[in-house]
Nanobody, 121 residues
């Protein structure tokens, strides 16, 4: 069992910055990688960035150069630094933890509750 808690969302003007935090607890040694997704009203939940156990990172093109994913392993925490925010970045941002192996129930990933990011003009 892994629990994920996101924080750091809020209201920010276009061009501003926010740093999102995802703190993991529970069976953190079972996590193979963590990622950030976002979902705007009426839209699908899209991958934004990910980081593997190895430290390898991936950033989607639509935020590349503006967003950075990082981690603090000692704190079981992953961050999403968001700079030069645009109106289109408005969404609920979710943290996801993927497991090395599915648990007996078949679950192979966990979601956080999400944190709202609203970018105003």
């Amino acid at each position: 069992q892994v629990q994920l808690v996101e924080s750091g969302g809020g209201l920010v003007q276009a061009g501003g910055s926010l740093r999102l935090t995802c703190r993991a607890s529970g069976s953190v040694n079972s996590i193979s990688g963590m990622s950030w997704y976002r979902q705007a009203p009426g839209k699908r939940r899209d991958l934004v960035a990910g980081i593997a156990r190895s430290g390898q990172t991936y950033i989607e093109d639509f935020v590349k150069g503006r967003f950075t994913i990082s981690r603090d392993n000692d704190k079981n925490t992953v961050y999403l630094q968001m700079d030069s925010l645009e109106l289109e970045d408005t969404a609920v941002y979710f943290c996801r933890a993927d497991l090395i192996f599915p648990v007996v129930s078949g679950v192979d990933h966990y979601w956080g509750q999400g944190t709202q990011v609203t970018v105003s003009s």
